[in-house]
C-alpha cells in the first residue's frame, strides 16, 4: 500500500491517502471551472475510508444536477478545496487532484464536459484517454468502476 500526502495552500490541513494506484479525470463543466477558479478540475475519485484528513476543514453544501447533494470540504483558513462527498454515495469522495504534494502522479485518464472546456484547450489526442462531451449517463457507477479496475 502507497501512502500518498497532501494539503492545502496554507499547510493548515494535512491529509494522507493509501491507495495503490491513483486515477484522476478533468471536468471541464462550468461548476467546476467555478470551484477550481481555473480551466478545469482534476478529480481523483477514492474510497472515503481510504482517506484521513487532519485540520480545520468547513464543507459548503451545494444541489447536483441528478437532484443529490454534495459537501465540498476546504480549509477554513486559506480556503483551498479538498475533496467532495455527495449525500448519495458518501463513502466515495472525490480528492481535489491538485492537493497532492506531488500532483505529477496525475494523468487524468477522462474529459468530461469538453464541449465547455476553454477554447484555447487542446485536447491530448491519445486514444487511451476517453473523451466526455458531456458526462457518462451513470456517473455514480462510471466512478465506481475507476476505483474498482485500480484494485485489481
Ligand atoms: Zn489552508
Ligand atoms: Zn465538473
Not at 43 to 51: C, F, I, N, Q, T
Not at 65 to 74: A, E, M, Y
Not at 109 to 135: C, G, N, Y
Request: proline share 6%; net charge neutral.
Amino acid at each position: 500500500m502507497t501512502h500518498r500526502r497532501g494539503g492545502c495552500q496554507c499547510g493548515a490541513v494535512r491529509y494522507e491517502l493509501s491507495v495503490e494506484r491513483l486515477t484522476a479525470y478533468a471536468c471541464h463543466c462550468l461548476e467546476c471551472q467555478k470551484q477550481s477558479a481555473s480551466a478545469f478540475a482534476i478529480s481523483v475519485p477514492v474510497k472515503a475510508d481510504d482517506l484521513v484528513v487532519e485540520g480545520p476543514v468547513a464543507a459548503y453544501e451545494r444541489s447536483t444536477d441528478s437532484g443529490s447533494r454534495t459537501n465540498c470540504w476546504f480549509c477554513s483558513t486559506c480556503g483551498t478545496r479538498i475533496y467532495h462527498q455527495s449525500a448519495r454515495s458518501p463513502q466515495i469522495v472525490t480528492l481535489k487532484g491538485g492537493t497532492l504534494d506531488d500532483p505529477s502522479v496525475l494523468a487524468p485518464i477522462a474529459h468530461l464536459w469538453v464541449s465547455r472546456k476553454q477554447p484555447w484547450l487542446e485536447m491530448p489526442a491519445t486514444p487511451d484517454v476517453e473523451m466526455f462531451e458531456t458526462q457518462p449517463d451513470d456517473l455514480k457507477a462510471w466512478r465506481d468502476r475507476l476505483i474498482a479496475s485500480r484494485s485489481t
